[in-house]
Nanobody, 123 residues
Framework: QVQVGESGGGLVQAGGSLRLSCVLVGDTFSGYTLGWFRQTPEEEREFVAAITLDGGNTYYGDSVKGRFTVSKDNAKRTMYLQMDSLKPDDAAVYYC????????????????WGQGTRVTVSS
């Protein structure tokens, strides 16, 4: 059984940085795509970033390009999301997901989800 779990959320001032982590356990690390999504009570779940574990190819949502960086550490079975130049609009619950999606931005194509970690950005 595959499980993923996020950590690293918290409160940060606008313009600041946070790094989220996502650990995958229970299966081989390769062969999956790991994605980050975020959600607020007012909005649908939004694609943030993804990384393919085989090739390390990275993809970003338009709202975070140039500010967020996704990376991985195969030895630690961990994916990271470095978030810089944070804005109040980035505040949300951030979710890590694993799967083999055909379309990376489709949340319903991911099979395994973490419990979420909250990011709060003060203005």
């Amino acid at each position: 059984q595959v499980q993923v779990g996020e950590s690293g959320g918290g409160l940060v001032q606008a313009g600041g940085s946070l790094r989220l982590s996502c650990v995958l356990v229970g299966d081989t690390f390769s062969g999956y795509t790991l994605g980050w999504f975020r959600q607020t009570p007012e909005e649908e779940r939004e694609f943030v970033a993804a990384i393919t574990l085989d090739g390390g190819n990275t993809y970003y949502g338009d709202s975070v390009k140039g500010r967020f960086t996704v990376s991985k550490d195969n030895a630690k079975r961990t994916m990271y999301l470095q978030m810089d130049s944070l804005k109040p609009d980035d505040a949300a619950v951030y979710y890590c997901a694993a799967g083999t999606p055909m379309v990376l931005t489709n949340s319903y194509e991911y099979d395994y989800w973490g419990q979420g970690t909250r990011v709060t950005v003060s203005s």
